[in-house]
C-alpha cells in the first residue's frame, strides 16, 4: 500500500464521513417526533444537502442506521 493521501472521491469521503453520520443521526432522531410525515422531510432535508455527494454520503449512512 502507498503512503500517499487520498485523492479526489477517497479523499471526499474521508474528510466528511463523520458529518454524513451526524446528520443521519440527526435526521433519524426527527422520526419518532414526525410520524407519518417524517420522510418526506428527510426528503426534503437531503435535497438541501451540498454539494450532492455530501447529500449521497448522508442518505447512504442513513440506509445503514435503518437497515440494523
Do not use: I, N
Amino acid at each position: 500500500m502507498s503512503d500517499k493521501a487520498p485523492t479526489g472521491r477517497a479523499h471526499f469521503h474521508q474528510q466528511h464521513q463523520a458529518q454524513a453520520v451526524a446528520q443521519a443521526e440527526r435526521l433519524l432522531a426527527r422520526r419518532e417526533a414526525l410520524g407519518a410525515g417524517w420522510l418526506a422531510w428527510v426528503a426534503g432535508e437531503l435535497y438541501q444537502l451540498s454539494p450532492p455527494e455530501f447529500a449521497a454520503m448522508v442518505r447512504r449512512e442513513l440506509q445503514r442506521l435503518t437497515q440494523g
